[in-house]
């Protein structure tokens, strides 16, 4: 037995169990909630000319991510070649890597796993092109590439539409690979908290990704996907009727920092912790850190016990503390529990091996959050049905 599968196994004995009988800090994933995100944002994108693709790194599980295609996602995307290949290996049949995938064990992974299902990958340079192509010859696999062009994010991307043709020039030239359009992802709009300024830079965006899809028409390449957005944006780019497809993933979950920014989704993921220690307004959790993401935001406190204190400046969030602002007569005792909804979900989800699935406030199963291991969880899959 595996020592993923045996840690299972002892969660397992769990079930049946309350929501606040994990021993903390613990993941927990409210399974109808979850659901409910994934058939509003299908719904929602269904009067869409663009399709769906749920980037998964922010679950990192096959179920979650069987559950977004069998309600109509097109695919599914990933941030890394672990992810993608921990869900191929798990029999999900076509991943897209929306980020570059360099070095020469990673491409021969994502050579692997091009063998098994469909596995499409961004691009940006020319050796990298060559690394992939070479892998993949020697995989006896085709992995298929996007060009990436950078639209105002600043981050990865070919700077400008000449430089995008040039690369797709390239690629044809080459065997292993095959190229199947564009990727432009406005990522520097998911942050504006102004709508209508969102709009604008969205806009702005998805049209330098539109004139590359010209030119590449124009020169005769493939434009069969011309992907960008993510859960700021996806009504604004979904609605571009060039684009083909939207990568959001977050709204699966949500998470404080989403919640501000896109309302109509329920949290799905909280952190549960424990009260350690109480004294008069101060009450500190055993999550940190080391357990929950506040990148981007503050986590919030469930059930209206308190707030995350704020103070020199910053939130007291240590490695293995949170310090709650509580009101003097709150009943917080320690060994009381708490849940926190993290300030941003995929962070948060990185430091866990198992999510913690809740029905009815009751734990109903243990699903392993796969693609965090690396090379060494190939093979594990999916957990039983
Ligand atoms: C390339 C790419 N596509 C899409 C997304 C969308 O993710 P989210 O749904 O969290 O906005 C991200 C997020 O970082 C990303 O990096």
Known sequence: MTEVAGRLDIARRLIGEPRSAPPTPALLLDLPRARRNVAGMAARMAGLPAALRPHAKIHKSPVLAQL??????????TANVWEASALVDAGLGEILVANQVVGPIKAAELARAAAIGRVIVAVD???????????????????????????????????????????????ATREGVRLVGLLGYEGHCMLEPDRAVRIEKAREANAILIAAADAFDAAG?????????????????????????IHAGSYIFTDAFHTALMPGFEVALTVLSTVISRSGTTAVLDCGRKSIGFDRANPTVMGGHGNVRYEHGEYFIHEEHVVLDVAEDAP??????????????????????????IEDDVIVDVWPILGRYGAATAGVGPPPA
Do not use: K, M
């Not at 069969?224 to 060039?242: E, K, L």
């Open 125 to 171: 340079d020319a050796g990298n092109v060559d690394e992939i192509a070479a892998a993949a010859r020697a995989a006896g696999s085709v992995v298929d590439l996007l060009v990436e062009i950078d639209v105002g994010l600043h981050r990865a991307g070919v700077r400008g539409v000449d430089a995008a043709v040039r690369l797709a020039a390239h690629i």
């Open 332 to 357: 917080l005792r320690v060994g009381d529990t708490v849940e926190l909804s993290p300030g941003y979900a995929p962070t948060t989800v990185n430091h866990y091996d198992i999510y913690w699935v």
């Open 68 to 77: 977004q295609l069998d309600a109509g996602a097109i695919g599914i995307t």
């Open 221 to 245: 390449h493939s434009t069969s996907i011309v992907a960008a957005g993510g859960f700021g944006t996806w009504d604004i780019t979904g609605a571009n009727p060039r684009v083909t497809e």
